[in-house]
């Protein structure tokens, strides 16, 4: 048995995100068909995050443990030719040690959330940004984003369904930068709970239209209470770009 691991670029909009689902397709049911279809093999594909539907990956780091005797790079093209027509693209593969997880093994994961600053609608970026036609304040926006980093009880930005086991997260950065109208919101952190991203992004969102002071920001973060949740950004703009491991 060997354990390989593999990094994925995906674009979620046919999907209802990574992780198998009873109700639609899903990014990592795509991949085990095509590991099964290749090898003859059931196996599991586990991901470094799970993804919501509609939610993209550039650089989604997942491992899976086959018995089929293929190098790392052949295998690449192997699942990129089964794969076909899904959008999931495997970038990468390496020979991994057997204890070595996608998951548990990460360090650290990052995701940019890409905003479209303009009145006209959305053609090629559509469904791969969220189009805002009112003005946002980046610096306000940039400004405000520094009262989330560090270690806070981020129950106000947490989703109902959250399974995580604490909502006690150290956001690592949270930036935001502007380049013409397309704007885009990095964030990092060890890991994030269900929706935070898109969360904090919404309440950000509000910051820049001048409807939210950073006061406000601060205000319903401390209130650790999801009714206190400004908004929550759409899907389409949010990219899974990396995960860190130990060297």
Sequence with gaps: MTRFRLTVEFDGRPFMGWQRQAHGPTVQQAIEEAVTALTGEVRSVHAA????????????????????????????????????????????????ADDWHARFSCLGRRYIYKIVNR????????GLAWRLAEHLDTDAMQAAAQLLVGLHDFTTFRSAHCQSAS?????????????????????????????????????????????????????????????????????????????????
């Design 49 to 96: 995050g799970r993804t919501d539907a509609g939610v993209h990956g550039r650089a989604m780091v997942a491992h899976v443990d086959i018995d089929y005797p293929i190098a790392p790079f052949r295998l690449i093209g192997a699942l990129n030719a089964k794969l076909r027509p899904a959008p999931i693209a495997i970038l990468d593969s390496a020979v991994v």
């Design 167 to 247: 909502p006690v997260k150290t956001l690592d950065r949270l930036d935001v930068r502007r380049t013409g109208d397309a704007i885009e919101i990095e964030a990092a952190a060890r890991s994030f709970l269900h929706h935070q991203v898109r969360s904090m992004v919404g309440c950000l969102s509000l910051v820049g239209r001048g409807k939210w002071s950073a006061g406000d920001l601060r205000d319903a973060l401390e209130a650790r209470d999801r009714k206190r949740l400004g908004y929550n950004a759409p899907p389409d703009g949010l990219y899974f770009m990396d995960a860190t491991y130990p060297d």
């Design 119 to 126: 009145r006209s609608p959305l053609t090629i970026d559509m």
